[in-house]
């Protein structure tokens, strides 16, 4: 080693951080090649007697010098925390596995007990995870509280044996008594896919310890979505969800707002750039209603909401006593849009809550909107097929069927009651003699919804009501059999009737939805008899208030019904103003 080379390492090394238990080498931009290179170092490290965290970030690492610094650490027993992130810029993808098991090994001879591992920026692929799979499953990391993997280019292939290491990382320690309890994991930007991400939910599931999960920008769509909601659910302590620039749909985000339903400690949530759309973020707007109670940071960001979808979502996150940022940048608000948001926010004295609306999309074109919708059904699709046979390995306990609408129920039983054969036959064809002829019968109407099943009811309200009339007996008969079915969907939790709502908005034309659901042509009594409905103990505020929003905003679809259009947004108006 040439002498200037010895004098600049001497250099960079005297400004080493050394701190009780603690020796830092980050930021040094040292090129350490062989094991003349790293002589200070190691003699640093071997003279640490109490070493219990070592920092190597920012310094490039080769094989042998790799294997210089693991001789030096066998001796180390008390380290717990290895901050090597960016160390291999510049070396081959090929020496870096070799590094990491000579890095790997000598933590395992030593008998170190890690809690924090961070590998960041470490561009190493699936043979990198494999450089590290044996130190995942050993002792070494059975109090591991701490993973970091972002940026590592692991792909699918290294997801899984990620995957599989923490899984057999946490039977080995379950076998002595203390299962691994990891409370952080960090792995955005390693294109882990479906495959990797239903893999991983897997390890997630067993281990039911987590606190932060970070996987942003990761290529899933709503099938590992839905595998990791699932996952979410059984870890109670989670704080931090960032799914970031993940692609959710309706599937993946109404499967995961059911998981958010169960989840009582989530303070700060970001789904930007998630694809939630208006029918997701309403189904959201539903969890905050009834859940989230110390929710703080809530990221919606670039997800193709509307405004008014957006102003449901303001309206629920302002009334959290904890909130402290709602991001809807890069929405379809429009000018306006955005002009009421921030009015919304100002009225309810919630303004510095709301971040920037800078990069608003403006309002969708209607062409667009369909080739959307045509295009969504295709990719689903496909998806389908390539993905579904790698998420169907969850516990019995999660031995569940995710309807089409989103809601997770038990598989229904085959020997469920269908009710009075009249009921049936009014629902298959409704007509004003058969409801008149079901007398006191029409109230069992309410036994055949299923508050699960948004689309059934949705149908079943709009065939109801489109029989109104004048005559005083056909109008009392469809608002008898009308209430049984709302006091039904509309009694059910927060999220079912926002999803039952949703869904009606759809069908109505006034909220833009997924794949293709044929809009119902709309008669002037169907709206009165949603007058009549907002006049009942059964119809909340915060229902009102989302039917006000969106017929408020929506006056083309309505068009044919301007008038009683009207009075149901008076009837809207005046429940929102005067319920308590």
């Keep these: 080693m040439a002498s200037d080379d010895i004098a600049q390492l001497v250099e960079a090394l005297s400004k080493t951080h050394v701190g009780d ?34 920092c190597l970030e920012g310094n490039t690492v080769g094989v042998d010098a ?19 992130s960016d160390m291999f810029t510049g070396r081959l993808r090929s020496e870096i596995p070799t590094a990491l098991r000579s890095l790997g090994g000598a933590l395992m001879i030593a008998g170190a007990r890690l809690t924090e591992l961070d590998l960041s920026d470490n561009a190493f692929g699936p043979d990198g995870v494999k450089g590290i799979e044996q130190l995942l499953k050993s002792p070494t990391c059975h109090n591991l509280r701490e993973l970091k993997l972002n940026n590592c280019g692991m792909g699918i ?75 979410m659910r059984h870890n109670p302590e989670l704080r931090i969800i960032n799914f970031n620039d993940n692609t959710f749909t309706k599937k993946g985000m109404l499967a995961m707002v059911q998981a958010l339903k169960q989840l009582r400690n989530v303070e700060v949530i970001n789904f930007g750039d998630c694809l939630v759309r208006c029918e ?48 809807l940048n890069g929405n379809c608000l429009g000018e306006e849009g955005c002009e009421a948001l921030r009015e919304a926010m100002e009225n309810m004295d919630k303004a510095d809550m709301l971040a920037s609306l800078s990069d608003d999309e403006g309002e969708p074109d209607e062409d667009d909107e369909e080739e959307e919708e045509d295009d969504d059904d295709d990719n689903e699709s496909s998806d389908d097929d390539d993905a579904t046979d790698n998420c169907n390995e969850l516990s019995e306990e999660d031995d569940e069927t995710v309807k089409e609408n989103g809601i997770i129920t038990k598989e229904e039983s085959p020997e469920k009651a269908r009710g009075p054969a009249e009921v049936m036959a009014f629902l298959s064809c409704p007509s004003v003699e058969k409801l008149l002829q079901l007398g006191d019968m029409r109230t069992t109407l309410q036994q055949q919804m299923d508050a699960s099943d948004p689309h059934k009811g949705a149908d079943a309200l709009l065939k109801i009501t489109s029989l109104y009339s004048e005559e005083p007996e056909t109008r009392a008969a469809v608002f008898e059999a009308m209430d049984a079915v709302l006091m039904k969907l509309l009694s059910a939790s927060t999220l079912q009737s926002y999803c039952f709502l949703s869904t009606l908005l759809v069908k109505m034309g006034l909220l833009k939805g997924e794949g293709k659901m044929k809009k119902v042509p709309l008669v002037p009594g169907q709206l009165l008899c949603l007058e ?9 505020q915060h229902h009102a208030s989302l039917l006000h929003t969106f017929t408020s905003r929506n006056s083309g679809a ?18 929102c103003n005067n319920d308590h």
């Design 66 to 84: 790799a294997r210089a610094i693991a001789k030096a650490l066998e001796s180390k027993d008390l380290l717990q925390r290895c901050y090597w």
């Design 280 to 327: 997701g973020a309403i189904a959201l707007a539903g969890v905050l209603r009834d859940g989230l109670p110390v929710l703080k940071e809530l990221n919606l960001s670039f997800g193709e909401i509307t405004e008014a979808a957006a102003l449901v979502v303001a309206q629920a996150a302002m009334e959290k006593p904890h909130m402290e940022k709602v991001d």
């Design 532 to 540: 009549h409905a907002t006049q009942q103990k059964y119809f909340s």
């Design 157 to 231: 292939g290294g997801g899984k044996i990620l995957a599989d290491a923490l899984i057999e990382c946490h039977r080995s320690s379950s076998a002595l008594g203390e299962p691994l309890k990891l409370r952080v994991f960090i792995a955005g930007r390693n294109r882990l896919e479906n495959e990797g991400a239903c893999a991983l939910a897997k390890a997630f599931q067993l281990m039911g310890s987590l606190e932060e999960v970070h996987m942003p920008q990761n290529g899933i769509n709503y099938t590992g979505v839905m595998a990791l909601a699932s996952a």
């Design 558 to 575: 309505l068009k044919s019904c301007s008038a009683t259009r009207e009075r149901l947004r008076a009837a809207l108006e005046k429940k």
């Design 21 to 54: 238990g603690d020796l830092s080498f980050k930021g040094l931009g040292l090129k350490l090649d062989n094991a003349a290179s790293v002589e200070e170092l190691v003699r640093d490290i071997e003279h640490h007697q109490s070493l219990r965290a070592l």
